[in-house]
């Protein structure tokens, strides 16, 4: 690797029509629009060439975000404004980069996440939540195995159609919020549709992810 | 707009990202500045529509007029459909999300002739009729172009009219004449009528066809031919310097770029080589300015060049040095697809390695000399010998090659022909000293069946029964035992039908709408492919599709597709045909005109 290169997070939102981009393919889209940008990031080397790009958090298909980040690996000097302009104008409004900073915290740091539901009967989650346990199947690397959500569901509030929560993240232990919102969807008896936002991401001590 | 539907549909359904558009470098327009909205269908699904050259040329030069927008669509897999129908969402385009029965133009692209009944399963999602004389002045336009409109007559019943030939003048002089036809509150008949006359647009409800008592075509009315439009020049022809970058994985994700348009070879059994004559080759310069804008503006790192036959462009070794210093600076690879395993040398190999090493793929479709000689596919043993060899002092171990069974001529020793050729392939692998020595040869044989098309010279000739080909599919086979060797085959039901519809003539409308009505769709997905129901539309209609496939024609017999003039003239087919049944090969145009009708517009001519 270059000597001079130096690691740089970008911040950017998944919003719109970009919800439906997976994880795998939003890489791609970003590797390609580092490219379009022009910006002077390091690749990796050997047969296959492809610009080094890790995301903090994956997110799933169809979970819109305002708080996402990659890093990157810089090999000239360049502004961490420049390389938002620059992304800005290769992506479009549904994939918007927000900020670039040196990073702080390590990917490994992160511990939980905050969302923003948008579900229909909101006014129903508090009820939901006092039940004595909220029990779902989870898949895991060694099969189906029962867990209490409850304990692990933060509540933020509940404002209007709207519940905020905060849930487990990261590699070690992870809570996929549609697993929330289908156990809510199973407590009030009917298909609930929801909207689902990723607000913030936090580390061990609480702060946000930097 | 069904944006918030489709968010709600969409967590339900295999890749959603291939609905949603929305892509980067797709294109949004301010509807109310619009006066003509083009839906661009192509009748298949997203991951192969969306690495097709031509609906990318087409989309960037219609969008290039401000006051029109022309949107994708593409078809959808089954489960998406049925999330559509239940939530009352019709076929919508990619850019607007709004349903395309608004638009002014559905323009189809026909590429191959088991996407058919594709058409139908669009035009039916999309919420309207499917024939076009069912549908009025307050439903869009529906259109076809691409290679298959070469014989549009079984799709007659569903279009308001083609476009033969290249699009890229007469679809904006179409759009021209509809603007204005709608500004003058014109019907469309009255449009319709007009657009007949300008060149290459092919109108089939002015056309009638009267058949025999045995099934043959009696007579079309009027005689009156539609002569098929070309790009004179192909450096001024509009070139797009943009693509669609999809989000999800498609067959093809890369930037294309068109070297060259036509094919200098004349191979008897290839409908590409007839249809898109003359040859006609884009400068040096204008390529690699054209591919350093698409790497420029896609981010793409893989780029691909586009052509019948890439070795025949004139300056290849100049081309592909120049090339490389772009693509090799920018860590891009190139790839060099239709390449000729004659026009294979040391130096293009040192070129393609150079950036990728991938498998290598040769066609010599036939076992013998003498089979290729009826063929007229020019190469000769030594030369794919030759070929290999290079190849395997470059380090390739596997070698695929394709054969087509069910040729003109064809014999059994031409079967074991494929048998001889492919172990004295073997042989020189191990005959030679500087073969990578780490891995064991392996060579992969792709069978296919020889289907007869429009505007060849094999025209005339009657596609091999069932039997035959499986017959000597299982010869070679039994003779062909090598566990270095891996052999495929095509499935002789999609053949078959695919032999029919390619000369079928205006009574196929009524079998494709019978196949398509019982649930036919998707048929060139084996998955999808319901040989049985094709079976009974054609009963039920009465006709036989081994009329159509396995039928000989006469020279003077009146063919389906004989109201149009792809400038390639019948006497010249006629000829080829004889040709091929004396075992006369006819040199490429570089070496010798053939005098095939292009005439003036032909520049090879001049050599
Ligand atoms: S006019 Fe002659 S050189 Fe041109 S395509 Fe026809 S046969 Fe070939």
Redesign the pocket.
Known sequence: MNEKSKPMRVFFKKTGRAKFISHLDLQRTMQRALKRAGLPVWETEGFNPHIYITFALPLSLGIESTCESFDIKIIEDIQADEIREKLNAALNEDLHIIAVAEPVYKHTEIIKAEYEIAVENAEKFAEFMSQNEIIITKKTKKGEAQIDLKPLIELRGIEGEKVVLILPAGNEFNVNPMQVTSAFSAFVGEELQARITRTAVFCVDGEAFI | MYKEKLEIILPNVQKPARYIGGEINSIHKEKSKIDVRFAFCFPETYDIGMSHLGMKILYSLKNNVDNYWCERVFMHLPDMAEEMRKNSILLYGLESLEPIRDFDFIGFTLQYELTYTNVLAMLDLAGLPVLAKERTDTHPLVIGGGPCVCNPEPLADFFDLFVIGEGEEVNLELMKLYEKCKKEKKSKAEFIEKAAEIEGIYVPSLYETTYKNDGRIEKITPEKKVKKRIIKNLNEAFTPEIFVVPFCEIVHDRAISEILRGC?RGCRFCQAGFIY???RERSEGKILGNIKSLCENTGYDEVSLSSLSTGDYKEIENLLKILTDYTNKNSINLSLPSMRIDSFNDEILQQVKSVRKSGLTFAPEAGTQRLRDIINKNITEDDILRGCKIAFEGGYTSVKLYFMLGLPEETDEDIEGIKILVEKIIELFYNTPERNKSKAISISVTLSTFIPKPFTPFEFEPQLSREEIIRKRKYLLSILKNKKVKISWSDYNASILEAALARGDRRLGKVILKAWQSGCQLDGWDEHFNFEKWEKAFSDCGLDMSFYANRKREYDEITPWSMLNMLVSREFLIEENKRAHDMKTTPS?REK???????GA?S??KI
């Open positions: 200098i004559r003359p040859y145009c005109c053939a005098s095939c009708g292009i005439g032909c090879e001519r």
